[in-house]
């Protein structure tokens, strides 16, 4: 379960300081790449991928060279350790579907990363269309000794916009795997891409309204980008998508928190991709600046993470 602690010094819930007041250290995710595939891609649902999903599955590629997920993690808490101080470590599955597979393989692959030492945690990323009884009893199992997120790719609570950008799966695959899984009590982080083609912040904030009413615990945010090799990337360089500035998307981003429950961890709110993938926006890529400008436009408003959403329950 998700421990509800108060907010510091920023106006919504930020997952470091979640992680530090949970452990009493600093804590570092690392993202791992387990070679699995995803339905999307197979050819049971589609090929391919997203729209914008690149070879490596929004990953880090790391299979390649590191097939391991021990070595993977041992790399990881080096460098992560050295840069941060980090003292403890979330093994996070992140590149394609990973509840995607044989349950032993599953077991193995995740057993495998709790092994490391001072891996206190798993992020699990996944689709709400690869869940099953039996993984989601085996991570309910490990959370009894070990901090466990289940992180779904969602993107847009509009039909229409699943369909365009080729997600292969449905809204109400989303809705009946967030009840199956919180039957277990684990917590869950959702992914939501803001600037979607056809999507303008009316819609933006339908999907916000419509995850405030639902039982998650997380929520990670970022903006529509291209990555080489992508069907994206062909729609871009036609003309047929226009990318959010950074202003709109400080502006989304912000109005989008004021709808979420003021005790969702904000795990992330920007994007981070490879420079050697990508293409646009430029801006993308200056993280630190996009996170100073939301702190600005929060201190400006004096708003801050469920004022909207509290407001609506009060109504």
Same mark, same amino acid.
């Given at each position: ?29 690392? +993202? ?25 599955? +929004? !990953? ?60 206190? !945690? ?33 993107? +847009? ?10 997600? !292969? ?25 803001? !600037? ?65 429950? +003021? ?53």
């Amino acid at each position: 379960m998700v421990h509800f602690l108060p907010m510091k010094k920023t106006p919504y819930r930020t997952y470091q300081s979640y992680l530090t007041d949970l452990f009493g250290c600093r804590v570092q995710k690392i +993202s791992l790449d387990a070679g699995m595939t995803c339905p999307n891609r197979d050819g049971t649902k589609g090929r391919g991928g997203c729209v914008y999903c690149d070879a490596r599955g +929004s !990953g880090t590629g790391a299979y390649v060279r590191l097939p391991a997920i021990r070595d993977q993690l041992l790399q990881g808490k080096q460098f992560l350790g050295q840069r941060y101080g980090a003292k403890r470590f979330i093994a996070y599955f992140q590149s394609f579907s990973n509840t995607y597979g044989p349950l032993e393989k599953l077991k193995a692959l995740y057993l495998e990363a709790l092994s490391v030492e001072d891996v206190v !945690g798993l992020s699990i990323g996944t689709r709400p269309d690869c869940i099953s009884s039996e993984i989601l009893d085996f991570l309910a199992e490990l959370q009894g000794s070990t901090l466990v997120w289940v992180e779904y790719g969602l993107q +847009s609570f509009q039909p229409q916009t699943l369909q365009l950008i080729k997600r !292969g799966h449905r809204v109400e695959d989303f809705s009946r795997a967030v009840a199956e899984t919180r039957k277990r009590n684990l917590n869950i982080c959702v992914h939501v891409i803001l !600037g979607l083609p056809g999507e303008g912040l009316e819609e933006c904030l339908l999907t916000a309204k419509r995850l405030g009413e639902l039982d998650i615990q997380g929520l990670k945010l970022h903006s529509l980008y291209v990555n080489r090799g992508t069907l994206l990337e062909t729609w871009y360089r036609g003309g047929k998508v226009q990318l959010l500035t950074q202003d709109q998307y400080v502006d989304w981003t912000c109005r989008f928190l004021e709808y979420c429950p +003021s005790h969702w961890i904000i795990q992330r709110l920007t994007g981070d991709p490879n420079p050697d993938q990508f293409i646009a926006p430029e801006w993308t890529l200056k993280k630190q600046d996009t996170l100073k400008k939301i702190q600005e436009w929060f201190d400006k408003t004096g708003s801050f993470q469920g004022a909207r959403h509290e407001a609506r329950g009060r109504a």
